[in-house]
């Protein structure tokens, strides 16, 4: 969640509007304004306050950045995963007709003058 969405997201929980935060958190509109549309970027120290004013705490976790996600979606290149599904595949048995056989059509698809529905089939 970028800075942009978080401060946005406190604000409206908070039932706060952009002046009475802004006034709240001692910054102005335009720039609370700024940072909740992503125009520019608050310093870890105003992000915090501009929280703690609308009710909220600032968490920080850190993470282990060596299989990277978003949400439940993996989100490596997509050539990984393409080696990766191929190396599975080619564990699985295979098994191959010699020729190709294609369906013979035994009907007629032709309209009879009983019915000028051309959608309608006669055998």
């Given amino acids: 969640m970028n800075a942009a969405h978080l401060l946005r997201t406190a604000r409206r929980r908070a039932g706060y509007s952009l002046r009475e935060l802004a006034e709240l958190a001692g910054t ?43 949400g439940d979606r993996d989100v490596r290149p997509r050539g990984e995963q393409l080696a990766e599904v191929l190396e599975l595949a080619e564990q699985f048995p295979t098994r191959h007709a010699r020729h190709l056989q294609y369906p013979i059509l035994q009907q007629s698809m032709r309209a009879t003058p009983q019915t000028a529905d051309p959608h309608v089939v006669h055998a």
């Fill in 28 to 70: 102005s509109y335009s720039t609370l304004s700024d940072y909740e549309r992503g125009a520019k970027v608050p310093a870890l120290d105003t992000m915090t306050r501009v929280l703690n004013a609308a009710g909220f705490a600032l968490e920080v976790t850190l993470a282990d950045n060596s299989a990277p996600t978003r």
